[in-house]
Nanobody, 124 residues
């Protein structure tokens, strides 16, 4: 049974940092990544990492603040979020795919598995 379990969300003030983690189990994935969904908005791609090569792909507007990385030994994906802004408030979802690359994960239709999400709230 495939499971993606996120952790690390919370309530922080603007300018703070958070690191999200996603532990995956149940099968091998070609890439894993992060999406987010703010209230009243569509789910949007944040960043992804090809699991074997380590290549990453991130939303342009978040580059410099958000960094995706992985620890193969722990089967864990991370999202380091710095200089958080109130507009970063959203539920953050871990996602995984069986066949596509990190760049390919930017299309939600390519996602095979989703985590349940972790709430990130940034106060001003």
């Amino acid at each position: 049974q495939v499971q993606l379990v996120e952790s690390g969300g919370g309530l922080v003030q603007a300018g703070a940092s958070l690191r999200l983690s996603c532990v995956a189990s149940g099968r091998t994935f070609s890439a894993k990544g992060w999406f987010r969904q703010a209230p009243g908005k569509e789910r949007e791609f944040v960043a992804a990492c090809s699991w074997f090569s380590g290549n990453t792909y991130e939303l342009d507007s978040l580059k410099g603040r958000f960094t995706v990385s992985r620890d193969n030994a722990k089967n864990t994906l991370y999202l380091q979020m710095n200089s958080l802004k109130p507009e970063d408030t959203a539920v953050y979802y871990c996602a995984a795919t069986r066949f596509t690359t990190a760049r390919g994960m930017a299309e939600a239709s390519k996602i095979d598995y989703w985590g349940q999400g972790t709430q990130v709230t940034v106060s001003s």
